[in-house]
């Protein structure tokens, strides 16, 4: 773009700035999505779980107006290099918000059956993961408003703790399911819980590998060590 005009260049420019801005924006209702869920699956709040879930349809509106937008820069600007690499990944990363949003949905979703069911059983260990996926996925929104290649790597490196808390879970709750089968149907929503936090933890890895790649030009390795055990530990445990 450099021989473009510098009115072009400028302009171009404040519709990256926007574009940014709009991801930053759902960023933030899913940060919020994430967060309330949690706070409703810990402290048995059922009707903020409730708006969690009527809330989640704010989620794909803002991800359908970011795809317009990104299209019509494809369309009318036809971006080449760095500049291709920033809208194709705004695409891509309201594409992983979406599905983080929705596994918040479930979350809420879930928690208002278990306050039904099980309103007394332990969460500490849910609790923990839920603050530690909150923390990555808002340092991977912030990635992408701070172009910052170096905190894209941190988040990507994190996950791994993401998954040894998930196995840790999920190992306790076949414990108790194995104690008692009163307690299967309260730990099989909790299992489908923890998954959808070690889900969004994906996805948030996802967004740091987008956005490293589109500050660098690089992607970054394939071989990150992925903690989730408990696909062999239920083969294990069952034969």
């Not at 940060?31 to 810990?42: F, I, K, N, P, Y």
């Not at 059922?46 to 509106?61: F, G, Q």
């Not at 949003?101 to 306050?115: C, E, H, L, T, W």
Request: hydrophobic share 40%; charged share 25%.
């Amino acid at each position: 773009m450099a021989d473009e005009p510098k009115h072009i260049v400028s302009s171009f420019e404040a519709d990256l700035k926007k574009l940014r801005d709009m991801i930053a924006n759902m960023g933030g209702l899913v940060e919020r999505a994430v967060a309330d869920a949690s706070s409703a699956l810990v402290n048995h709040d059922p009707e903020l779980a409730s708006r969690v879930i009527e809330n989640d349809s704010r989620i794909n509106t803002e991800q359908h107006n970011v795809e317009q937008f990104a299209v019509r820069l494809l369309a009318l600007r036809q971006p080449v290099a760095d500049d291709l690499r920033q809208v194709i990944q705004a695409l891509k990363v309201v594409n992983d918000l979406e599905r983080v949003g929705d596994y918040a949905a479930n979350i809420a979703k879930r928690s208002i059956v278990i306050n039904q069911v099980a309103s007394n059983f332990p969460l500490a260990g849910l609790g923990q993961m839920a603050r530690l996926v909150q923390q990555n996925l808002q340092a991977s929104i912030d990635t992408v408003g701070e172009s910052d290649p170096q905190k894209a790597i941190a988040v990507w490196r994190a996950d791994q703790m993401v998954d040894d808390l998930y196995n840790t879970i999920f190992r306790e709750l076949i414990t108790y399911m194995m104690e008692d089968a009163r307690n299967i149907t309260a730990c099989t929503h909790l299992m489908f819980i923890a998954k959808n936090l070690e889900r969004i933890g994906d996805h948030t890895t996802n967004i740091a590998e987008l956005t490293y790649y589109a500050i660098t030009g690089e992607n970054l390795p394939d071989f990150r060590p992925k903690g989730d055990v408990t696909s062999t530990y239920v083969h294990t445990t069952t034969n």
